[in-house]
C-alpha cells in the first residue's frame, strides 16, 4: 500500500465545476494523466480522432473512461477507485446489454446515446427487479457519461422514464436503519469471530467500531505514527478532550482529530498496535496493497454472512451504528431514523453537527444520511414579545432536512 502523506492537510470547501466551452470534460487542472499521444490536445480534440460510425463505439467508451473516469461529476475533485471501478463496469456492461437484453440491433457510439435507449434499459432493470437504489446509482453513471461529453441534463427526472418520484428520487436523509443491531447483529460477538478468522480486518471493525471510521479510513490507519498528544494535533486548548488524538485522513483530503478519550477507543488503538507488524504499518496486510485489502474486508464481510442478501446489513452499517449512537448520548432521544421523538431544535443541531464532524462531513446536512430528517419541532414554543421575531427554526440555519425537489 503507498504510503500515507503525512502533511498535515485543511479541510477546503469543493466548488462546483464550470464546464469550459472548449472542451466535453472539464478544466484541465483537473485532468488525470493522459497518453503521451494525447500531450496538449483537449478532449475534444482527442475525441475528434475516433469519427462516429467509424469508430467502434467499445473503443470510443473506452476512450470516454481513459479521459474522465477518475472525476467528480459535479465537484472538481476527483472520486475513489471503488467509484471508477463501478462507473466503468456498469458503462461497459450497459451498452452490451442495449444489444443483448434491449434488443437493439447494434451499440450506439456514445456520443449518440438517445432518451430511447436509456428508457429501454430503464425498462430493463425494472424487469430484472432492480431495487430504486441501484437504479439511482445507474442514471447517476449515465449523468456523468453526458458531462463528460457536455450533454448537461443530458439524463432527466425519473418521472420522464416512468418510474416513481417518491421511490427514485435520491433523498439526503436515510429512509431506513441501516446498522448491525437493527439486523440482530450481535456487533461484539461478530467483530471477535472476525478477530479470531483475520486480525487485520478485526482490527479494522474494532476501530469502526470505536471511532465510526469508513472502511478505507480503518485500513490506512498507522496505529503508532497515527496516534499523536493534543499538542501536535493543532486544535484550539479549549477543545482538549484527551491528552492524545488520533488522526484521520478522510475524503477529500480532509484531516479530522478524534480523542482518545474512552476505554473502548483506547482498547481498540491497543489492539491495532498489537496486529500492526512495525511501527510504521496500517491495518491492511502488508503483503496487499490498497485495493486487495478493501477486497479482503468484503470478503470476510461476505464470509461472516454481513451483506444485504445474508443478514440485512453491510460493513458500513457499523459506521452508521456509531453514529447513531452518538446522536443518541448526546440528545438522549433515538434519531429519526430509528423512530425517535421530537428533538429541541438547539439540541437536535448540536448534536448533528458534532456526528457531522466525527463522521469526517464538512456539511451538516451529511449527517441525515445517518440519523434521518428533521422531525416537526416540539409544539410548546418559548413565549416570544409582542413584535419580537419568532424563533429560528432549524431549517433557518443550516440544519439537514430533505432535498428539495
Request: with cysteine; glycine share 8%; aromatic share 8%.
Amino acid at each position: 500500500m503507498p504510503a500515507l502523506d503525512h502533511r498535515e492537510t485543511q479541510p477546503s470547501t469543493s466548488r462546483r465545476r464550470r464546464q469550459e466551452p472548449s472542451s466535453p470534460g472539464r478544466s484541465t487542472r483537473y485532468q488525470p494523466t493522459r497518453r503521451q499521444s494525447w500531450a496538449g490536445k483537449s478532449p475534444k480534440e482527442i475525441l475528434a480522432r475516433y469519427t462516429p460510425g467509424k469508430a467502434s463505439p467499445e473503443k470510443v467508451l473506452e476512450v470516454l473512461i481513459e479521459l474522465f473516469n477518475t472525476l467528480h461529476t459535479s465537484l472538481e475533485k476527483t472520486v475513489s477507485h471503488k467509484t471508477r471501478h463501478e462507473r466503468a463496469h456498469f458503462l461497459r456492461r450497459f451498452f452490451r446489454d442495449l444489444r443483448l437484453k434491449a434488443g437493439f440491433k447494434t451499440m450506439p457510439d456514445p456520443r449518440n446515446l438517445g432518451q430511447k435507449h436509456i428508457r429501454a434499459m430503464v425498462q430493463v432493470w425494472k424487469q430484472d427487479h432492480l431495487t430504486p437504489a441501484t437504479i439511482q446509482t445507474y442514471l447517476s453513471f449515465l449523468r456523468g457519461l453526458g458531462m463528460w461529453m457536455g450533454k448537461h441534463g443530458f439524463v432527466r427526472s425519473p418521472a420522464y422514464y416512468g418510474l416513481i418520484v417518491d421511490e427514485y428520487q435520491r433523498h439526503e436523509y436515510a429512509q431506513r436503519d441501516k446498522s448491525w443491531s437493527a439486523q440482530g447483529i450481535d456487533i461484539d460477538a461478530l467483530i471477535n469471530d472476525v478477530c479470531a478468522f483475520d486480525g487485520h480486518v478485526g482490527a479494522c471493525l474494532r476501530l469502526i467500531r470505536a471511532f465510526g471510521l469508513r472502511r478505507k479510513e480503518a485500513i490506512q490507519f498507522r496505529p503508532f505514527e497515527h496516534v499523536l498528544p493534543f499538542a501536535e494535533t493543532g486544535l484550539p486548548p479549549d477543545d482538549k478532550a484527551a491528552d492524545r488524538y488520533v488522526r484521520i485522513k478522510g475524503k477529500g483530503g480532509r484531516v479530522r482529530w478524534l480523542p482518545l478519550e474512552s476505554p473502548a477507543r483506547v482498547a481498540a488503538v491497543a489492539f491495532a498496535q498489537d496486529q500492526a507488524s512495525s511501527r510504521d504499518a496500517h491495518m491492511g496486510d502488508p503483503t496487499r496493497d490498497l485495493k486487495r485489502n478493501l477486497r479482503r474486508f468484503d470478503y470476510v464481510m461476505e464470509k461472516f454472512g454481513i451483506t444485504l442478501r445474508g443478514r440485512g446489513a453491510t460493513g458500513h452499517g457499523l459506521r452508521h451504528e456509531v453514529l447513531m449512537e452518538t446522536y443518541t448520548g448526546l440528545t438522549g432521544a433515538l434519531p429519526p431514523v430509528r423512530g425517535g421523538g421530537p428533538v429541541a431544535p438547539e439540541g437536535d443541531i448540536a448534536a448533528r453537527r458534532t456526528v457531522s464532524a466525527l463522521a469526517g462531513h464538512a456539511r451538516i446536512r451529511a449527517s441525515g444520511a445517518y440519523l434521518g430528517a428533521v422531525l416537526p419541532k416540539l409544539r410548546e414554543q418559548p413565549a416570544t414579545r409582542r413584535g419580537a421575531p419568532p424563533p429560528r427554526s432549524p431549517g433557518d440555519d443550516e440544519a439537514p432536512g430533505p432535498v428539495p425537489t
